[in-house]
């Protein structure tokens, strides 16, 4: 006989404060990054948690770390609930370790009530999300969804650390889980994740169902002009890359994320050279990032960014570079997911809205092979990446109960 | 009996090879800068020159060099002409040895002439004009025309070196120029220089003549926002200062300068902060530049760059801080010393324009004391302040035959 399966928050709020302690920093946040002896800990205690509640515990060759509940129909693949459990080397305590322990939770709580499901659950501890220690991050994704891992042997940390030998020891750790082949068939994919900007906060609500993931390019625009005297160069004569850029970076901010609701674009980075307080620079040099959902309009806007570039460029007699350096592309969930994390929410009588990740996140890979969907709950500040990331007790709790909801309509469909 | 004083175009271009030798470097501009060896070694000759020609040669306490030719009315003050020797660390062959040297050439033509005038004419070096060494620069004609020095004292080099000891120093190295006090009244002041600009090399004019120097303020500009995730942050919860920061300088530099043929306006300098390609920034500072020949513009401007940022900051739910560092007012020449250049122009045939000088020279402080006016002669590209600095022999030439004439005219008025 099995009861209605339901989070236990005193339970989760107490594994986020022991998950938090495992490379806690003075200022309140945590340093666990990826394969890191921290990062080793943690995975221990999760592993051991499972352990003593009779689940089975798998790893994977890049280290993601896997917990099994079997369901009713052994001819199902397994749908996976989690995140990660590294950190930045400033990070906060719920980023990553939010989604991982409330999907242990939610495992947990089909235990406790003995509930069934017909498909197997699994938790899962994506490795390496963070990329700050071993560049690139979402590694443990990227290989589970089929990425070509073999140029990752010879990545160096950034500590000089040699990833090969660090990840190597992370598994060999953690002896009680057995290894399987990295990537499988899974069922589909739901994260909770704390939303790492600060819509939901402002407006009050509880939840956020993510229906994609933008895609992200960053672009690297050089500006060459003619360095000049300040005060003897007419402007006639001046080729001054300043005004150039200044006007660039102007008409894109006054006109693309203003047209476009779902577009995001941003320059954090600008340098005039050679400096000077009095003269002309010889060339400015600045990044935008840019986000979008659909990659036909990310398409758009760089094309745009270029254009615009060019011709603000030649108008001051001055030419422009711009090169591209990084390139993600965005996924759009599946609706049949999003669906199942909005029925949740609602049977939970919850307020939600429909968002649009501008993060990474693990879900963006897992989207490529399975249905996945993920689920925001608010920071305090939109602030993450930061020792003082924050997430209102009742918030987190809140974030299981829909995730426990999802996974119980996900695994076992009609 | 006295013959037309000219100009011995081969005896100043000889002159001016001879003194590019002093400190001259391999890339074949001078490292000449004020009070060091290689400034001694310069004064030094021009003071030979001079002996050698039965000038007399005196120096004052801030070791400004002068040498004299006597008039034929002992009661009139002298009427000076010159310009510095010291150099940038990297500086060119003419900037301000081109003045000096043509003034030298200009007492030597009215010696070889047996010229009369009625004003004693005064060849004059000023000290540590650049103050790339020694900050501030045109420390000599600051002393000249009153400036108080008592602070100078303690200054100390770029190099380490006391001031104070190099000035002495350099005084003592020169034994044979008698010590006289620092100022005294003159009736006038004209100074030969290379433009530093591009403007009269692009309009083909031998000449400009120069009306009044600009007068230049450098104000820092702070803006401050929110830093936040390039991706999860939504438009309508940006506090993005590199908009505010954009919007403002595009504004100035859509209307400033565009709006006023006599005004400056140059971002030299800009920075985000903390620069990351992926996160909106915490703040943005930039600098600005302003130079107008009038000091009630220059209000006028630096009003309007104040009311600019603070109004764009504040669209942007930003603030900025907006700090004055320097301030260094212009100065109108004397319209009669102006007129003056401008009939000697006209007597040698020479196309010329008025013009405005955007950087400091010593004239900019002599016009405060006297009636004061500057000749300016093309170079090549607009360069100074650069070892490939380069007047055409022709120029340089046509620039001395002009301060002949306007020495000629000035040093015996009717």
């Not at 089975?56 to 099994?68: E, K, P, S, Y």
């Not at 080397?89 to 719920?94: A, I, K, L």
């Not at 991050?137 to 940390?157: L, R």
Request: charge should be negative; include cysteine; charged fraction near 20%.
């Amino acid at each position: 006989m099995s009861l209605t399966p339901r989070i236990d928050g005193d339970r989760l709020l107490g594994r986020l404060d022991a998950f938090a302690r495992i490379g806690a920093t003075p200022a309140g946040g945590v340093n666990r990054q990826a394969f890191s002896v921290e990062d080793r800990r943690a995975r221990r205690l999760l592993a051991e948690l499972a352990l003593e509640r009779g689940f089975t515990v798998f790893q994977d060759g890049i280290a993601n770390l896997f917990i099994r509940r079997e369901g009713t129909d052994a001819t199902l693949p397994p749908f996976l609930i989690g995140s990660h459990l590294d950190s930045q080397p400033t990070g906060g305590r719920f980023d990553g370790a939010l989604g991982t322990l409330s999907a242990f939770e939610v495992l947990e709580a089909l235990e406790d009530a003995r509930a069934e499901t017909r498909m197997p659950v699994e938790v899962v501890a994506w490795a390496n999300e963070e990329g700050s220690r071993f560049a690139p991050g979402v590694m443990g994704s990227m290989a589970f969804t089929g990425a070509d891992t073999a140029a990752w042997k010879s990545i160096v940390g950034a500590d000089g650390a040699l990833l090969a030998a660090e990840l190597e020891a992370t598994i060999t750790a953690l002896p009680e889980a057995a290894l399987r082949p990295t990537g499988m068939p899974i069922s589909g994919y739901v994260e909770l994740h704390i939303e790492q900007g600060p819509s939901l906060e402002k407006e009050q609500l509880p939840i956020g169902v993510v229906t994609a993931v933008q895609g992200t390019r960053w672009l690297e625009v050089s500006i060459q002009g003619t360095s000049g005297h300040a005060g003897t160069t007419d402007l006639a004569y001046r080729r001054d890359p300043m005004v150039a850029a200044i006007a660039a970076i102007h008409r894109l901010q006054t006109t693309i994320m203003p047209l476009d609701s779902s577009a995001r674009l941003t320059v954090g980075r600008i340098a005039a050279r050679p400096g000077s307080i009095n003269a002309i620079p010889q060339s400015v040099a600045f990044t935008v990032d840019i986000r979008h959902p659909r990659a036909e309009q990310l398409n758009v806007i760089e094309a745009e960014v270029r254009q615009v570039c060019a011709a603000e460029a030649e108008a001051q007699h001055c030419t422009a570079v711009i090169k591209r350096s990084f390139d993600m592309p965005g996924a759009a969930f599946s609706p049949d997911m999003v669906n199942t994390v909005e029925e949740a929410a609602r049977s939970l009588q919850l307020q939600y809205k429909q968002m649009i990740s501008g993060a990474f996140h693990d879900a963006l890979f897992l989207a490529r092979v399975a249905p996945a969907a993920m689920i925001f709950v608010p920071c305090r500040d939109g602030l993450s990446h930061n020792e003082a990331e924050y997430v209102e007790p009742g918030d987190a709790v809140i974030g299981a109960h829909v995730l426990l909801r999802t996974a119980i309509m996900a695994a076992s469909p009609r």
